[in-house]
């Protein structure tokens, strides 16, 4: 870490820092869905899970997870079905409203940024869209 200079501490601080705010803002901008809920299914998006790898991947109880689950299921967007490997398990899955859901909440959260983006030149738009793209960069090294 001797590497590491007061000017690239000071920066990785205000792109944390910004970056930490507008996520809170667009995760408050999703009128169809609660923050909590919109992530549970973004997580079951690509594969089924159990309550309990949930759980572990939101960093939150078990009884919590239980409960957004159940939340989920009420309003028809996931499903719970016995797991094969396991009957003391059931394996929670995405129902069609549950994608449709997702698709809304990003439509919802795209919307907002764009309203925000609205007073930025297009000088500024594209500084935006090449931080983007280094954003990704970084955090995918």
Not at 30 to 48: D, G, M, W
Not at 55 to 73: F, G, H, N, W
Not at 108 to 137: F, G, I, N, V, W
Request: contains cysteine; hydrophobic residues 45%.
């Amino acid at each position: 870490m001797s590497d590491i200079t007061p000017e690239l501490l000071t920066i990785a601080h205000d792109v944390r820092l910004a970056a930490q705010r507008l996520s809170r803002h667009v995760k408050d901008h999703t009128p169809s869905l609660a923050p909590h809920l919109f992530v549970v299914l973004v997580h079951l998006e690509h594969r089924s899970a159990t309550a309990a790898e949930l759980a572990a991947a939101e960093r939150l109880s078990a009884p919590t997870m239980s409960k957004t689950v159940c939340e989920l299921e009420e309003r028809g967007l996931v499903r719970r079905e016995l797991n094969p490997a396991d009957a003391r398990q059931k394996i929670v899955s995405l129902t069609s409203a549950g994608r449709q859901a997702i698709v809304r909440g990003r439509r919802e959260r795209d919307a907002y940024m764009a309203e925000r983006l609205k007073p930025c030149t297009p000088d500024e738009l594209s500084l935006l869209r090449e931080a983007a793209a280094l954003l990704t960069q970084v955090v995918e090294a």
